[in-house]
T-cell receptor, first 112, second 114 residues
Framework: GESVGLHLPTLSVQEGDNSIINCAYS??????FIWYKQESGKGPQFIID?????DKRQGQRVTVLLNKTVKHLSLQIAATQPGDSAVYFC???????????FGTGTSLTVIP | ETGVTQSPTHLIKTRGQQVTLRCSSQ?????VSWYQQALGQGPQFIFQ???????GRGNFPPRFSGLQFPNYSSELNVNALELDDSALYLC?????????????FGPGTRLTVL
């Protein structure tokens, strides 16, 4: 089966600092990746996605990096804010994209 | 908010019982996927429905079944409940003509099996 995992289960950062959340995946056929943010009591919220034909994509305050050679994905959050505190998941899919595999999640805590 | 709604928000059942969870997809979306999220884990794909038919299934036993209705809403049915079925059940809607890749999640139904 698929294996999508995160290197660190928890991460604490000071407000204003940059955050980096890492993710490893095992399926070399994966061609689409998404980062989700999940706040307590809510469903996952789409943050940013990237296709396998790219190695970097930027959004508002977020950047996703994809290294297909080592099957590694990272999410960078610039100027982290208290509202960024949540659990972050990476998810990957291949081919038809109707099945996503999620990692365990990293809990990000922003210290004011 | 995504526009995806789920009911009920919380549910308590006993082992062996059956449960039905409901999901209304975001307006304009025609595909619904269901996920099980155990405490402290990432969501696990159960199945997806498109055009009222199952369009992909994860590693879940047949006692997990679903329906999609003409208005694209969906139900997840679980028979013969087991203690390990206790989890947050999430549905996500998408538009398959748009590639179906970006999925919008509802808030989930918290199921507790005693």
């Amino acid at each position: 089966g698929e294996s999508v995992g995160l290197h660190l289960p928890t991460l604490s950062v000071q407000e204003g600092d940059n955050s980096i959340i890492n993710c490893a995946y095992s399926n070399s056929a994966s061609d689409y990746f998404i980062w989700y943010k999940q706040e307590s009591g809510k469903g996952p919220q789409f943050i940013i996605d990237i296709r396998s034909n790219m190695d970097k994509r930027q959004g508002q305050r977020v950047t996703v990096l994809l290294n297909k050679t080592v099957k590694h994905l990272s999410l960078q959050i610039a100027a982290t804010q208290p509202g960024d505190s949540a659990v972050y998941f990476c998810a990957e899919s291949s081919n038809t994209g109707n099945q996503f595999y999620f990692g365990t999640g990293t809990s990000l805590t922003v210290i004011p | 908010e995504t526009g995806v709604t789920q009911s009920p928000t919380h549910l308590i059942k006993t082992r062996g019982q059956q449960v039905t969870l409901r999901c209304s997809s975001q307006s304009g979306h025609n595909t619904v996927s269901w996920y099980q999220q155990a405490l402290g884990q990432g969501p696990q794909f159960i199945f997806q429905y498109y055009r009222e038919e199952e369009n992909g299934r994860g590693n879940f036993p047949p006692r997990f079944s679903g329906l999609q209705f003409p208005n694209y809403s969906s139900e997840l049915n679980v028979n013969a409940l087991e203690l390990d079925d206790s989890a947050l059940y999430l549905c996500a809607s998408s538009l398959i003509q748009a590639g179906g890749r970006e999925q919008f999640f509802g808030p989930g139904t918290r199921l507790t099996v005693l």
